[in-house]
């Protein structure tokens, strides 16, 4: 998506929330699409700073937080780790790579999420799959 289509799907979105789109949550926004390395707070915050040096720690926060709840991103947890900030929004599951603390996509496809859906029991229908896998890369051999 271009930065024009980026800001109107924003502008959208919060509208929709019955909000307003600000200078901060478009370029937090943008700063999650640019790099999707899921980032934390502290990680969006720095990168956010080169654009709004002005900008706080807590406003990240709260943009980070409206942009959740507008379904424009998913905060994506690891126990006791910092929460990180996906703007994937396609079904997917996380790969945690354990060594080097990275976050890596790993799309589902249809049939992988139907079967899912089929081991839920009777009368139960899931709103969202949450899949995270935890290891490390390995090396392949030729």
């Known amino acids: ?11 959208q979105r919060l509208a929709d929330s019955g909000l307003r789109s600000t200078p901060q949550r478009e370029v937090v926004y943008n700063v999650l699409l640019k790099k999707r390395d899921h980032p934390t707070a502290d990680e969006v915050f720095s990168r956010v700073k ?4 002005t900008i706080s720690l807590a406003t990240v926060y709260n943009c980070l937080e ?3 709840q507008c379904d424009l991103v998913r905060a994506v947890n690891f126990e006791r780790a910092p929460t990180r900030y996906c ?3 396609r079904p997917h599951a996380h790969f945690h790579d354990e060594q080097t603390g990275r976050t890596h996509d790993i799309d589902l496809p249809p049939a992988v999420l139907e079967k899912l859906n089929g081991v839920l029991p009777r009368g139960f229908d899931a709103t969202s799959v949450e899949i995270t896998f935890r290891g490390k890369a390995t090396k392949f051999t030729s």
């Open 87 to 89: 703007p994937n929004l």
């Open 66 to 68: 409206t942009l959740v």
């Open 1 to 11: 998506m271009a930065a024009t289509e980026n800001s109107e799907a924003l502008t």
């Open 50 to 53: 080169f654009e709004l040096p």
